[in-house]
């Protein structure tokens, strides 16, 4: 369930506009004609994009008479946040434990 | 250009077989042979995942008689880590504030 996540998280970021949108709400809650204003696209479009975003999680949205508002879901930000940093953290240990290794067996005159 | 690779990295980060070969390479090199072991597919079809991982930058491979060994590239994975991580802080921030603007607002026999 969760890579399934994962799936939609990263593909909803490889996007430059989703992430504008994503950057955007950071900020704070946002109409989606806020959303719009600096990218450059249709308002069509950038509801799908919006789609994109809410399917996966990222992004919640709610109508109050014709507004839609949007805010970010930081849940979802988090977890990928925590698979990117935890691979890049195994790879450093990994890193740490060959230099040990590599010192450990050098040869006693090249310490 | 930066937004260009996120792009790719991103991409290539939301597919589950990828995600277990970048997983399996934090640990150190792997050949192509190693890393289609644990993965339900083809050789050919791993060949395209790599492929992908190559393309945008997270892994590189180098062949040496017939065996082909892959490498992880830590500096895409710590650029996509810091795009997510900035985003979140940008939002805790922001969170931070409209709590303080919130208490600050608040009427004097509520605080």
Chains 1, 2 share one sequence.
């Not at 950057?23 to 204003?37: D, H, I």
Request: aromatic share 4%; net charge neutral; with cysteine.
């Amino acid at each position: 369930m969760l890579n399934y996540q994962l799936d939609r998280t990263f593909a909803a970021l490889s996007d430059p506009a989703r992430r504008a949108m994503v950057e955007r709400l950071t900020e704070g809650p946002a109409t989606v004609s806020e959303l719009a204003k600096p990218l450059p696209m249709s308002l069509p479009a950038v509801m799908l994009h919006l789609k994109v975003l809410e399917d996966c999680g990222l992004v919640k949205s709610e109508k109050a008479g014709r507004v839609r508002t949007c805010r970010i879901e930081p849940q979802r930000l988090s977890q990928a946040e925590k698979w990117v940093s935890e691979r890049r953290q195994m790879w450093e240990r990994n890193l740490d434990r060959l230099g040990a290794y590599l010192d450990e067996t050098k040869p006693e005159d090249e310490r």
